[in-house]
Nanobody, 118 residues
Framework: QMHLAESGGGLVQAGGSLRLSCQAS????????LGWFRQTPGNQRDMVAT???????DYAASVKGRFTISRDDAKYSVYLQMNDLKPEDTAVYFC????????????WGQGTQVTVSS
């Protein structure tokens, strides 16, 4: 089974930046789909960004122009650069991946807390 582990979360002031990393290990396949989600208490997990095996990204409207997703297949890693952070970005961030034709995310990291203060 594949395992995912996030790192890089923390406390930052509004307008600041953070870079999240996710390392895959174990039985690694194609990492397709691959992306980042976030969740706040009482809400479902929402997609933040995804990236194809060819490196084509897709973003939630709320983060376009501020966040950048990237992947390094040689390191079995995916990253999320978050700039101009806002208090509404506060959430637990998860990386997720799968290996199926339906695009289902079967593997999830433990989550990393991002807190943006005003």
């Amino acid at each position: 089974q594949m395992h995912l582990a996030e790192s890089g979360g923390g406390l930052v002031q509004a307008g600041g930046s953070l870079r999240l990393s996710c390392q895959a290990s174990g039985n690694i396949f194609r990492l397709n789909p691959l992306g980042w989600f976030r969740q706040t208490p009482g809400n479902q997990r929402d997609m933040v960004a995804t990236i194809t095996t060819g490196g084509v990204p897709d973003y939630a409207a709320s983060v376009k122009g501020r966040f950048t997703i990237s992947r390094d297949d040689a390191k079995y890693s995916v990253y999320l650069q978050m700039n101009d952070l806002k208090p509404e970005d506060t959430a637990v961030y998860f990386c997720a991946a799968g290996d199926n034709p339906q695009g289902r995310f079967d593997y999830w990291g433990q989550g990393t807390q991002v807190t943006v203060s005003s």
